[in-house]
């Protein structure tokens, strides 16, 4: 069974950019949720979406936003970047989302702000 | 909010002896707490996690106890091999969702030869 795909792996940009990361889950899994991790802050959750809905939110600024396909595949998205917003973004899914069940994280990708 | 404190930030030890993570949380509320290994280059894998109704938790040479009234849990590594050399988070959550937990700064473990 395939784990989590994150693509791509390392991206580079400059301030103001914007940049879309993609998350293919576990088959089967309709949980998908976004972390952000960085060496100052550690590993902070952004939101998670479960059948295309955002679900819970963490507290970052609006210029952070997520989306979740039928195919349970979802793409985070980060507009006007910030030098503060290099990081690495893990993305981690479940079947449900519930506490009952593990949470199975991606390899990451590594985002570089210039 | 939730807030959770990990001790120590590094830790070096000899093969073969044993390691141990603290962490404290901050709200009585918090009732599920796993623990993620994180190896370079790659994303935190659940190791092991516990519950609020049990203190303690074993899987092999790894174990978590759980003290609700002090609000402390802890990682207790047995007989450590160079592979166990990773980052170690602990996390504690609250909510329904098993998403949206809060980790620990980390502690990264080192194996001595």
């Known amino acids: 069974k395939a784990g989590v795909t994150q693509t791509p792996r390392y991206l580079i940009k400059t301030r103001g950019q914007q940049v879309t990361l993609s998350c293919s889950p ?32 963490g507290n970052f600024p609006g210029r952070f936003s997520g989306r979740q396909f039928s195919n349970s595949r979802s793409e985070m998205n980060v507009s006007t970047l910030e030098l503060g917003d290099s990081a690495l973004y893990l993305c981690a899914s479940t079947s449900q989302g519930s506490t009952n069940e593990k949470l199975f994280f991606g390899s990451g990708t590594q985002l570089s702000v210039l | 909010g939730e807030n959770v404190e990990q001790h120590p930030s590094t830790l070096s030890v000899q093969e073969g002896d044993s390691a141990v993570i603290k962490c404290t949380y901050s709200d009585s509320a918090s009732n599920y707490f796993p623990w993620y290994k994180q190896e370079l280059g790659k994303g935190p894998q659940l190791i092991i996690d516990i519950r609020s109704n049990v203190g303690e938790k074993k899987d092999q040479r790894i174990a978590v106890t759980l003290n609700k009234t002090a609000k402390h849990f802890s990682l207790h590594i047995t007989e450590t091999q160079p592979e166990d050399s990773a980052v170690y988070f602990c996390a504690a959550s609250i909510y329904s969702s098993a998403s949206k937990i809060i980790f620990g700064s980390g502690t990264r473990l080192s194996i001595r030869p």
Do not use: A
């Open chain 1, 26 to 57: 576990i088959s089967g899994h309709r949980s998908v949720s976004w972390y952000q991790q960085t060496p100052g802050q550690g590993l902070q959750f952004l939101f998670e979406y479960f059948s295309e809905t955002q679900r819970n939110k």
